[in-house]
């Protein structure tokens, strides 16, 4: 029998600051336009960016901070990407370094900053005003590691993610969020984007966004644009087949290794994006890419495009259902994984198991889902225990966990059941127009895990006292 006790009366978070609000309109913009090319006998990227920034905020800009994720790969770094459980699959030969140079910014001052030489801050010449632009021009290089991993050359692909400068949404700033070995740290504002990446003519690219190949002299040039999306990102390969189908009129690519069979992946693909887009509301994109990796783990999820990894065996479709979720929790309805990671991973692991529940011909059930996440915590809270008081908090920054067996079991698993929790309290009526109207009011925006309660609260007051008792860890599963 399962054991559960939530504290009802609220704590950290009260009806009066959950910000029950009507849907706002549409905000306006950045723009980045970059054009890069890709030199695999250095491992380099060379790029040039400009960039027009829009001060939506009530405040003025004295300076804008841009995350530079790609310094977490240098040597030297004192925040390593990549775990010590994952540290051997991803350095195939060995530890690699990697780092990212911004030799010129026209439109500003700038400088190298941060806990971790992981921001660029940009002084204007003036401040930025609220609705004002500025624009800036920007060139730099990236190496890339030799790393099955989200930016790195693999064995059989080259991954482009979170390569480039990009501005920092929170008004504290990114000096202290450096990346970190667990968990995704990379958190943007929706954007317009369009890049003009050249390769060698024999690279076949998957990209976020819609775009066309040309070829001239050995290279080819991929020009690709996409809207309102939080980032963009590349993976190539001389490996890649691709198949293609459709979702409810939503073109669906799959960029999979020669050989490899890919009706399954594509069928999960097609299936799950036809089941969140009638349940939770219309897919926000216009095309759909999934695209087979190196990388030694499940899956990573960008806008409009889902990296499969070597370690989906066993559990392809679940993996395509959690990864495609991430395109309603996470891309189109932005949260802050670094301090609420369990909000957009916990949403995506429910969405899967609700997937797997209604196509039982991939042979795994909803209850069989939640049930092994309750085991695996309890496990984890058990062996905790015994060394030292557990921390079953959910709210945290992503270098507050101990590793990844912690963040696992915590971003994910608890947060499955706390979404259970709430389906068995709440019903499936009240839970699934909650997450619609979530998923509708939240549309291009960072939502706080109050937003989240907020809308499930409107449906039922017993939401709240559920979901924070999960939150501040006083819940006992």
């Known amino acids: 029998m399962r054991r559960l006790v939530c504290c009802l009366l609220c704590g950290a978070v009260t009806l009066g600051a959950l910000g029950l609000t009507a849907c706002r309109t549409e905000l306006p913009r950045d723009r980045y336009d970059i054009v890069a090319e890709y030199l695999p006998e250095e491992r380099l990227l060379r790029a040039e960016m400009n960039v027009e920034i829009c001060n939506r905020t009530d405040t003025a800009f004295f300076e804008l901070q841009f995350h530079l994720w790609p310094n977490a790969y240098r040597e030297g770094a004192a925040v390593r990407p990549v775990s010590e459980l994952y540290a051997p699959a991803v350095y195939y030969s060995g530890t690699s370094y990697g780092g990212i140079c911004v030799s010129e910014v026209v439109g500003g001052d700038f400088r190298v900053g941060g806990e971790d030489e992981n921001v660029l801050i940009v002084t204007p010449p003036a401040p930025v005003y609220p609705e004002e632009r500025i624009a800036l021009s920007m060139r730099f290089e990236v190496i890339l590691p030799l790393a099955d991993h989200r930016l790195g ?186 301090t609420q990671a369990w909000q957009d991973e916990g949403l995506a692991e429910f969405s899967a198991a609700l997937f797997m529940e209604t196509h039982p011909a991939y042979g795994e059930g909803y209850r069989q889902i939640v049930s092994r996440a309750e085991g695996a915590y309890r496990a984890f809270f058990s062996v905790q225990s015994q060394i030292s008081q557990a921390n079953t908090a959910m709210s945290r920054p992503l270098t507050a966990y101990t590793g990844d067996y912690e963040y696992r079991r915590i971003a994910y698993d608890k947060a499955l059941i706390l979404f259970d929790r709430l389906r068995e309290t709440m019903g499936d009526k009240k839970l699934f127009a909650a997450l619609r109207d979530y998923a509708a009011c939240h549309a291009g925006r960072l939502a706080s895990s109050a937003d989240l309660i907020a809308c499930l609260v409107k449906k039922s007051r017993s939401a709240e006292g559920i979901a924070v008792s999960f939150l501040d860890g006083r819940c006992v599963i």
């Open 153 to 338: 050359v693999g064995e059989r692909a080259v991954t482009l993610a979170d390569f480039y400068p990009v501005l920092c949404p929170f008004p504290e700033g990114a000096s202290d969020r450096v990346y970190a070995p667990v968990g995704d740290p990379f958190t943007a504002d929706c954007a317009d984007y369009t890049v003009s990446l050249t390769l060698p003519a024999q690279f076949t690219a998957a990209y976020t966004g819609a775009g066309e190949r040309t070829e001239q002299n050995g290279k080819a040039c991929y020009r690709v644009t996409a809207r309102n999306v939080r980032s963009v990102a590349f993976v190539f390969s001389e490996h890649f087949s691709v198949a293609h189908a459709v979702a409810d009129g939503i073109p669906v690519d799959y960029y999979y290794w020669e050989g490899e069979s890919p009706a399954r992946v594509l069928d999960a693909a097609v299936q799950s994006l036809s089941y969140f887009s009638q349940t939770f509301g219309p897919y926000p994109y216009g095309r759909y890419t999934l695209v087979r990796t190196d990388l030694p783990y499940g899956g990573m999820e960008y806008p409009m495009l889902t990296m499969l990894g070597d370690g989906t065996a066993g559990h392809t479709p679940f993996v395509v259902a959690h990864e495609t979720a991430h395109q309603w929790w996470g891309a189109s309805v932005g949260s802050d994984p670094y």
